[in-house]
């Protein structure tokens, strides 16, 4: 049975996945009900999505050279203040400054929760001396899954009883939660936490180099990161579109909006557990989560019926996790171990840019609530990346299997 203090430090993880589930529910949902425009519900995902992702290669870079336990518990202070700021700004403002300020806020909370991410990856294998890394980070896995699947129905029921300025709110006592929560475990802690390296005198440049030309010159890295981008075109603009999809073309309630994100998560979560469970090859995992995404993207842009909808919607939320699988043991098998932090924070930036991307291109083509178009359109890119991946790859084998 897990301890007390093993409690406390997986109970933060959860509250601080809560509270950000809570925020990426809130803010496309929001900009929409108040603009009802998936243009401007599109570049708030724009923005919310591209600081989290621009961040990892600096945030990799001082999760090396720093304390990653004072990272981390910097991460939740800080998403705490930032609520707390939108909170401020939401009853002092009104119209669109309010919106302004509600997208900036879960900028910065991306910002600080990529921030948080890096410096527990670099934790996790020395918070329990003696105990087998799997099962600590099992642990760790399903506390945040937790946090995704209540998210969406917290930020629901509260909004049912507050406005958005509540939630908020409600946000930034679950982060402040989080932080003391921690704070009370490292108290109880015995063990020998890493420091961060020294790193005087070093340029920024040097460990970004390093993960570049590993990029460049690593076999099989870089249609690893063509794949994943794909991928994320489909994901993003997904995510990107739901609330107008859902609420808006759809005509459906903010409780069916929550429950189908509820959904999502938890499918996640079967669809992890049946991954654990066969011993599929790694490119089998990637042929067939590729496929069913592809799939779900489509049902997504072509939907008349809101079950159409969501079965499209819980492919591609849920495959995701699968291709994500597949991905992260690939980079686990190119990359040399003692440069693995650093290149993986570059190559999480190049695999997640058109994420954000895909938020941009919402915001640009859609009309009104309709999206159809635009996922068309970046599910179609999609397919085009895994194909030409797919016929590269042949193409370059072939004069290996001729010899």
Known sequence: MLRTHHLLFYASLLLSRLADQILLFLVPLVVYQQTGSASWTGIAFFVETLTRFVAFPVCGVLSDRHPPMRLLRQSQALR?????????????????????????????????????VMAREVLLPHIFPGERFERVLAHAQIADQLGMVAGPAVAA?????????GVLGCSALLF??????????????????????????????????????????LPGLKPLIALAAGVNLVVGVTQATAAA???????QSDGVYAQL????????????????????????????SYTLLLAGGLMTAWAVHPMVYALGFLLVIGFDKMFSVYIRAGRQRIIPPQDFGKTSGVVVLLNNLTQPL??????????????????????????????????????????KQIS
């Open 80 to 116: 705490a203040l930032s609520c707390a700021a939108g909170l401020a700004a939401g009853f002092t403002l009104n119209g669109q400054a309010a919106l302004v300020a509600l997208v900036l806020v879960s900028a910065a909370c991306g910002v600080f929760t990529t921030q948080g």
């Open 157 to 165: 029921a509260a909004l049912a009883l507050w406005p958005w300025q």
């Open 176 to 217: 402040l939660l989080a932080d003391v929560g921690l704070a009370w475990w490292q108290r109880q802690h015995t063990g020998t936490l890493p420091q961060g390296r020294s790193t005087q005198g070093e340029s920024w440049w040097v460990p970004l180099r390093t993960a570049l030309r590993h990029i460049v010159q």
């Open 245 to 251: 999809m859902v609420t808006g073309l759809l005509a």
């Open 261 to 288: 994100q509820t959904a999502g998560a938890m499918v996640t979560v079967l669809v992890l557990a049946w991954v654990a469970r066969v011993h599929w090859r790694g490119h089998t995992l990637g042929v067939w």
């Open 358 to 399: 895909a938020g941009l291109a919402v915001g640009l083509g859609a009309q009104g609530a309709d999206a159809r178009g635009v996922i068309t359109v970046l599910v179609v890119g999609m397919g085009l990346i895994g194909g030409a991946v797919l016929w590269i790859g042949r193409a370059t084998a072939s004069p």
